[in-house]
């Protein structure tokens, strides 16, 4: 990964885009959020949805998938070059955490994130924060999904960061 | 479910609690989060977490699985008394969510949530607001992760809301 001083305010990435199939919806919905509009057609139908949708941590969980994948890119493009790289801290957190639209079986999400912020951390001298802003949009383009997410990055300017202490 | 205005600021609801095995650790971190050191126990001791630990949307999941159980649960309890219920609308999103530490394999998690939050809907007559929040602790009584949850309750007053428009 880059470390902390690469990430600048407003540079934005693309995530990934991902199609919800009814069969994923009820199966992760199954598993997580068994309400009756996230696992069955009928019973979607009759509620305040209309049809079958996701749940919202489905929506989540699959933007999870596809950053985590597009991280791992990243470090093995670098990896490839020699590149030196930053470790990337645990998550503290997520702010904002809207969910617009439903996301209905068949919909496709397109997520984007967005730098919005970027802060030498005072507690854990050697890191840094940085907070993105991402949106996941369907197929119309309308914002089904967006939420802020902050997370511990490296700095460059010392070799080695002492480890975090968690809590 | 309860209507909007048996909600009060204060009450508190115990959620359930769940014990994460490394194996569900495992196989929930392989489909949406399959960051090392949530999939596999020796990458995990090398990591800054020092072992293997759940995905922070795991301990997301769960929270929510054992919530919609005891809407569930709710539901059928109000229905055999023949008392009316109340619609639940969809949540708008999620504030102020926090891994405060890391949930490892054999620990128990604990969710509780407090009401903190009720108003009118403004935009959506017949609707209020529920704002919780909910605090998941771990077997020694430490706080692992914290959430506000906002959520659509029906009011009494009015005899049937208005659908929801969604968006």
Redesign the interface.
Known sequence: MRFFEEFEVGERRQIGAHTFTADQIKRFAS?????PFHTNEEAAAKS??GQLCA???HT???W??LN??GM?DEVRRMQAVGAPQA?V??????????????VYAGDTITYESEVVATRESRSRPGWGLVSMRTIGRNQSG?EAISFTAHVFIERRAVASAP??E??
């Open positions: 598993a997580y959020d068994p309400q305040h949805f749940s919202g941590w989540l969980a699959v999870m998938r985590v994948r791992q470790k801290g645990p998550s503290p957190g997520f702010d904002q955490l809207k969910w617009l639209r439903p309308e480890a975090l968690e809590g």
